[in-house]
């Protein structure tokens, strides 16, 4: 069976309240969907998303990408022989992790169909459901208080708190309040984006310890370069340390893990390249019993599904960071995922269980 047809269309959703982090402020999603058709009718279906401050690429040049160096290395091939294909995709073009990661994604639905089953089956099946964290973007310190309230009050039980834009004492004033405002049961998690320095982040972190505020992990408190910087904020604290822009490709997992610069890894398939990248980098990371999150940029339900089957498959993916389509104001299409407040549901549906019918009409509205 081979692959007969790329196609890709430009999609733009708006968000119903703006997503800010210490890197960008985010008021419309907007991405790139990919179709891949095969020989025998099965459709696959993929999403990038440009996150120019994270993997450099742009929807232009996400598009471009597919449809002029990754779409040429797999048509006419066979989708059943994965090692080539997937060796012939990653070899096409350095970085572009995006675009590499929506053919990635529509690959393993094509195949995961042909196969009957549905995508986090067909990898492994670990888990039948999952639970999403819900992010609370930077604003002021009684805003973050509400929201993270609004989010608890909502049903979630773990909270994804965005920090490292302005001053560390208004950070930790800021986790403070949001403490103070949901009690001592939720989870918090903590993400600077690179925010921090490392004085300041091994400062601010053992003031929260001291204050008991009881934080689950810190992500990315440093610059993505910086390894020696987030070994020294890991050895530095008690709180588990997660890598998360410090590690897009399997040898930069392999360099975090081997100098033991982080207790977690945060896996994104728009940084690996896909799920065929993101398993060898989660597999790598059990190996040395480093547990792994899946999270995601601002993607619409198509990205997550995949994403989300993938972080179910897996025995060594413990979290999960999977709360942007509910950032969204409409939902762009049918099938896929589904869920019941905080947890994420998988249907019986084989692959991704993407309605192509359904999404063929939005898109042909959008392009
Ligand atoms: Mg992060």
Redesign the pocket.
């Known amino acids: 069976m081979n692959i007969q047809a790329v196609d890709t269309y430009s999609i733009a959703v708006p968000l119903h309240t703006p997503f800010k982090t210490a890197l960008r402020t985010v008021t419309v999603a907007e991405s790139v969907y990919v179709k891949l058709t095969c020989s025998d009718g099965t459709i696959g279906w993929g999403e990038a998303p440009p996150t120019h401050v994270i993997t450099g690429e742009s929807l232009a040049s996400i598009q471009y990408t597919i449809e002029s160096i990754l779409k040429p290395v797999i048509l006419g091939k066979r989708v059943i022989e994965t090692e080539r294909l997937f060796e012939n995709l990653h070899q096409a073009a350095v970085g572009n992790t995006s675009a590499k990661a929506a053919v990635d994604m529509a690959l393993h639905d094509c195949l995961s169909q042909i196969c009957g089953l549905p995508l986090y089956q067909f990898l492994g099946g670990y888990n039948h459901s999952i639970e999403t964290d819900y992010t609370v973007s930077i604003n002021t310190r009684e805003q973050m208080a509400a929201d993270a309230g609004q989010y608890i009050d909502n049903g979630f039980n773990v909270l994804k708190i965005k920090v490292g834009k302005d001053d560390i004492e208004k950070d930790i004033k800021r986790i403070e309040a949001v403490r103070n405002r949901v009690g001592s049961e939720p989870l918090i998690r903590l ?1 600077a ?1 690179q925010g921090w320095s490392v004085k300041d982040s091994i400062y601010a972190i053992q003031k929260m310890e001291d204050m008991g505020l009881n934080i689950e992990l810190v ?2 408190p440093v610059k993505a370069w910086d390894i020696e910087g987030l070994k020294k904020v890991k050895e530095h604290t008690f709180t588990p340390i997660m890598a ?2 410090s590690v897009f490709s399997v040898e930069d997992a392999r360099r975090v893990l081997q100098t033991e610069s982080a207790d977690l890894i ?1 896996i994104k398939l728009m940084k690996s390249g896909g799920i065929y990248q993101a398993r060898k980098i989660n597999q790598l990371a059990e190996a040395y019993g480093v547990p792994c999150m899946v ?1 995601s940029m601002i993607e619409t339900k198509l990205g997550i599904s995949a994403a989300a089957h993938f972080a179910a498959s897996q025995r060594n993916i413990i979290r999960y960071d999977f709360d942007a389509p509910l950032m969204l104001a409409e939902d762009p299409l049918e099938g896929g995922i589904t869920y019941n407040g905080c947890h994420i549901l998988f249907s019986s549906d084989n692959g991704l269980g993407i309605s192509n019918i359904q999404l063929e009409d939005i898109l042909s509205q959008q392009t």
Request: aromatic share 0%; hydrophobic share 0%; no cysteine.
């Open positions: 993400d984006n992500e990315q998360d822009e945060n999270g």
